[in-house]
């Protein structure tokens, strides 16, 4: 089942701010980038293994579609509730949208586990927001190495620096990334 993400894009961000919409997808196509690379590296270490590009492309497209949903005066988006809601709102959207095979990618992409949303009181739905497929991991692998921020779009963070970016969320966010990177690096 393939998605016509393109149009769930245009959907989705009809009469957002003139800044946020490009810098939406110039991020979700470097993390697709990414992803696919990171992808096709580790089937030429590991041919025997099936990773599904064309889902990745499209979990990589639409991984952040959750965005426009809440309120964040850095990427100029004015919806309710908070930024980091926006990985439960994405899931809701494209279940909404007959994508339901894809909500894995918004929930799963920023790795954060259920004791790390209960310890720092994150408002997201009581589950577990860790990747469980080879794609949802190589997805929130490549999301680590990209921001949203208009200044930074384009920059790729090195390995170190998604380290230094992730720790004022803790060692288990740091330890997520340690670990995909190991596994698919």
């Known amino acids: 089942m393939t998605t016509d993400y393109l149009s769930l894009i245009t959907k989705h961000t009809q009469g957002e ?3 946020t919409v490009p810098a939406f997808i110039i991020h979700s196509a470097l993390v697709t980038k990414k992803a696919l690379d990171i992808a096709q590296n580790y089937n ?22 959750g965005i426009f949903s809440t309120e964040n005066p850095d990427l100029h988006t004015t ?29 799963t992409h920023t790795g954060i586990t259920r004791e790390q949303a ?43 620096e998604v380290r230094e970016h992730l720790r004022p969320y803790g060692q288990a966010a740091v330890q997520v990334f340690d670990d995909l990177a190991a596994k698919y690096l």
């Open 79 to 107: 919806g309710q509730g908070e930024y980091i809601t926006h990985i439960d709102r994405g899931a809701e959207i494209l279940i909404a949208e007959g994508a339901a095979h894809l909500a894995g990618a918004c929930r």
């Open 44 to 65: 030429t270490r590991h041919p025997d293994v099936n990773i599904d590009r064309r889902l990745l492309e499209e979990m990589g497209m639409l991984h952040d579609i």
């Open 118 to 160: 209960i310890t720092r009181g994150l408002p997201l739905a009581d589950e577990n927001h860790m990747p469980e497929t080879m794609e949802e991991e190589i997805l929130c692998l490549a999301d680590f190495f990209y921001s949203k921020r208009f200044d930074s779009l384009f920059y790729e963070r090195s390995a170190e």
């Open 17 to 19: 701010h003139p800044q």
